[in-house]
């Protein structure tokens, strides 16, 4: 028997709202997020990760139950919008940027490849002797047309932009590593509106106003949202150029709701009507998916459910506030979900979402919407056809906001760069061009205004609508470090093992130890 042991201090593979840090095992058919090099064997690489998750989870279990199969609690850091709804969805993105979790979310697909990289201008000094740029940034549907322009079109001469493939858990572990010393290994990374204000108060940063002042009627940086470049900021400085927005967006079995005649839900309630009355046709089992996974989306999903009461796990004072009515009322919402869902819920992340939808053993779903042109490709699934979307339902008819979550990735230079940082921004710059963002479409949701539309996009009128009905996030500095203190007592009340009133006094009681 063949044991695997993990070093003390060695970090976990951390996760983005439901962004895998590790890759789906190839017997699962469906698009992947691969860290493996360029030309590598992809479906040996695959079936071996696969095998090494099955083995960590198993080995890894501790004080979280053995039988949901979902490894021991680690400590993660980490670290999106349109319509008159545009003006809205906009206003949103800048307490978004610092309030989401994750993101997961920012969330998004499977990686696109070169084929995606678009010519723009790219006009920079270029060093004296030959420079190679080293660009950090996870792949995804929603990330690579970005980060391909940028490699494409700033390479040139004696300057090589390079990025190396990576997922997202690849990421995070790297951008605290090269943001560690005085010396780093990267020279641009991609970061989100959830990090920015510590990183900027830690000075891990380079403050870009001055740059984007410089460069912004080249590249016609004036026409990204002003409040994606308000939530990329922090006070009054900009610290990351604005590249995409991500929100959550229901995916939807159109043949099966035609059949039976089901409208689409607005509502928790009337998502588990549905539910039943596909169970009592003979459709499915589990109608619904939702990506729950122990380690990261369970709590951006709980949050989702607290902001759709307008509430959060802090309020504007910055006082703790897990043990209110709106935490019992969203806890009691997602309990009553779970017996629509696959009772393995507590072990999927989105792409394991994306799987039952592809393989149709789940007739809605609600994910970052980064994972829904996956759904429209005929290459994943010969559904695809099938579905349709719709933006997040309400907790209640009562409820004031959608079930949702916003996020914002942008473009960043770190602090310990030793390249020029006027042509580091030039890059950067290009990479968000309006040709560039153009050609992310529908890929991506870009940050200039008014790019996703219905016309363009299959989900883009349900992103609009998911923009226009969330609710404005708490933006608060401990949100981060809080949600990683509760998530483990958050997992026991969804498992059963505690129940509901005595899981959040413990969270209350963590968070505001926490707090202090």
Known sequence: MVQLRRRRGDPPPPQRGGRPAVLNPVTEPGPDEWSGGAGAPRDALCARRGELIRIHVTAGCRKISRELGFPKRYAYVYGV???????RAFALIVAAAVGALALAGCGAGSRTGNANATEVTCDYTAPDSATTVNVLAYNSSAIDPFTDTMVSSCSKDDVTVKHDPIDFGGQVTKTTATLAGDTGTYDIIETYGFVIPGLATDEKLVPLNDLYDKYAADYGLDKISESMRTGMSFDGELYALPMQAQMFVMAYRTDIFEELGIEVPTTFDEMIAAAEKIKAAGKMD?????????????????QAAMNSLGADFVNDAGDVTLDTPEAQQALEGMLALKPYMDPQVTTFDQPKVQQQMYNGTAAMSIMFSGRMSDLTLDTNSNLADSFAFAGPPKLTSSAEYAYNRLSIDGWSIPFNTELDHDMLFVMMASAVSEEASTAS?????????????????PYGEAANESIAAAMPPVVSPVLADLTNEIRPILVQILAGNVSVDEGMAQMQAAGEAFVG
């Open 441 to 457: 479409v529908p890929a991506a949701y870009p940050a200039r205004e008014g790019m996703v539309t219905a016309e363009n996009s």
């Open 81 to 87: 919008a349109m319509s008159s709804t545009k003006k």
């Open 286 to 302: 589990y109608p619904i998916a939702l990506p729950w996974l122990a380690t990261s989306d369970v709590s951006t999903s709980f």
